[in-house]
């Protein structure tokens, strides 16, 4: 018969929650807030050196076991094997996940607009959101888990100059919603987080200069990364027969979309 002690070690398999994005902004934030309550973690994203530089500070703030995925969420169907065989070397059971991975490229008018940045956004909000939901799929319904999906604001308004950023963001909220039904009966929880304006390296990938990006979040108090990572905690703290379904998050001073105050009305102001 097993002893106690021999049952222990065999323990074979430990909780993950995987994080997309996670080399900078909001997947980011997320990981310092998971990390300060000990979860483990699995930080996924293309730039290894700063998934490095996440996973030594997640460490040092409360994580036992973090581990990093280098990965472009485009490629999934072509890494599938690769990373199947990473969960298993590792015992790695993936309980939670948030798929923060995600961009939006240039603001050109479509028919202005350059298919390959249609495609980029397409391929990594829509399709890398599905194929890494799907491949986690399993253990994440074998551990009653929570699937956080980044949507946004620009996922309910549509702007000019967004068609496709927005249409992909529409298709987050419809993933969200379907998979919450395709999902019930399981224990399983999907939330969709849609945020207004967060200053994070969106603005910088977007526009593709640190000048026009700063524009964006001038004179104005935007929100930080840190601000949706705790509203995303606490998503992920109810108990389990609560499910938030949708928080929608909009700075104070960003009242809808393209409706921004600057300068003497900010908050940033109003006060003095
Ligand atoms: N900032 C906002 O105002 C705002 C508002 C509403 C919603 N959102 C959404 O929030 C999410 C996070 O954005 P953020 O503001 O935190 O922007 P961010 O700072 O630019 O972070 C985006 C993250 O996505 C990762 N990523 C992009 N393409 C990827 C790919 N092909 N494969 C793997 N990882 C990829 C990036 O990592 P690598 O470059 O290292 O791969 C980075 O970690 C996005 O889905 C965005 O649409 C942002």
């Not at 551990?143 to 999906?149: A, L, R």
């Not at 620009?154 to 039904?181: D, H, N, P, Q, W």
Request: glycine share 6%; proline share 1%; aromatic share 6%.
């Amino acid at each position: 018969m097993l002893t106690l002690q021999y049952a222990m070690s065999l323990k074979i398999t430990e909780n993950f929650i995987a994080i997309t994005g996670a080399s900078s902004g909001i997947g980011e934030a997320c990981a310092y807030k998971l990390a300060q309550n000990k979860n483990n973690l699995v930080l996924i994203a293309r730039r290894k050196k700063n998934l490095e530089a996440v996973k030594n500070k997640c460490l040092k703030l409360g994580s036992k076991k973090v581990f990093i995925l280098e990965c472009d969420v485009t490629q999934i169907q072509k890494s599938e094997k690769k990373i199947i065989t990473f969960l298993k070397k590792n015992k790695i059971e993936i309980k939670d996940l948030i798929n923060s991975a995600g961009l939006a490229k240039g603001t050109e008018l479509l028919q202005n607009s350059k298919s390959s940045d249609m495609n980029q956004m397409i391929d990594t909000n829509i399709k890398g959101l599905l194929e890494i939901t799907k491949l986690f799929l399993p253990q994440i319904i074998k551990h009653q888990g929570c699937i956080v999906n980044l949507g946004s604001v620009a996922g309910r308004l549509v702007y000019e100059g967004g068609a496709v950023y927005c249409a992909t963001k529409f298709a987050v909220r419809a993933i969200s919603e379907g998979l919450r039904m395709d999902l019930k009966g399981t224990g399983v929880r999907v939330t969709n987080i849609e945020p207004g304006m967060v200053d994070t390296e969106f603005s910088l990938v977007r526009l593709g200069s640190k000048q026009k990006a700063d524009a964006v979040y001038a004179d104005m108090k935007a929100l930080s990364a840190y601000d949706i990572a705790e509203n995303i905690f606490w998503c992920l703290q109810q108990p389990k027969h609560i499910n938030i379904q949708e928080l929608v998050i909009y700075p104070t001073d960003q009242a809808s979309v393209g409706q921004v105050v600057r300068g003497e009305k900010s908050i940033l102001n109003l006060n003095k």
